[in-house]
């Protein structure tokens, strides 16, 4: 049974960062795709970042030069580092992963692609 679990939302102030963190037990696949994704009430899940086995890794337009995908080697904890964080970026973030090689930037960060996800961690970002 695959797991993911995501943890480090919490409220912080415009400009302030925050780094969150994500465990994936259970799954395996020879190549697959990690990503994080956000969503606020009412609106589609927005991919965020994505980070592939192979190495390669891409990110939205909204949080590219702020934000960074990141895997810890030896636990392979997933990470998104998110730095000079603005209101905007408020949302419930979430840690999913699926398996195989999605073709295109577009699939990368599209929620559709991925088959496990967590539970979501809240990030609030005041003015």
């Known amino acids: 049974q695959v797991h993911v679990v995501e943890s480090g939302g919490g409220p912080v102030q415009s400009g302030e960062s925050l780094r969150l963190s994500c465990t994936i037990s259970?799954?395996?696949?020879?190549?697959?795709?990690m990503g994080w994704f956000r969503q606020i009430a009412g609106k589609e899940r927005e991919g965020v970042a994505y980070?592939?086995?192979?190495?390669?890794?891409g990110y939205a337009d909204s949080v590219k030069g702020r934000f960074t995908i990141s895997q810890e080697d030896t636990t392979k904890t997933l990470y998104l580092q998110m730095n000079n964080l603005q209101p905007e970026d408020t949302a419930i973030y979430y840690c999913?992963?699926?398996?195989?090689?999605?073709?295109?930037?577009?699939?990368?960060?599209?929620?559709?692609?991925?088959?496990?996800w967590g539970q979501g961690t809240q990030v609030t970002v005041s003015p």
């Open positions: 999913a992963v699926g398996g195989g090689t999605p073709v295109g930037e577009s699939w990368k960060l599209s929620h559709r692609w991925y088959n496990f």
């Open positions: 259970g799954y395996s696949s020879t190549t697959y795709y």
């Open positions: 980070l592939g086995n192979d190495g390669s890794r």
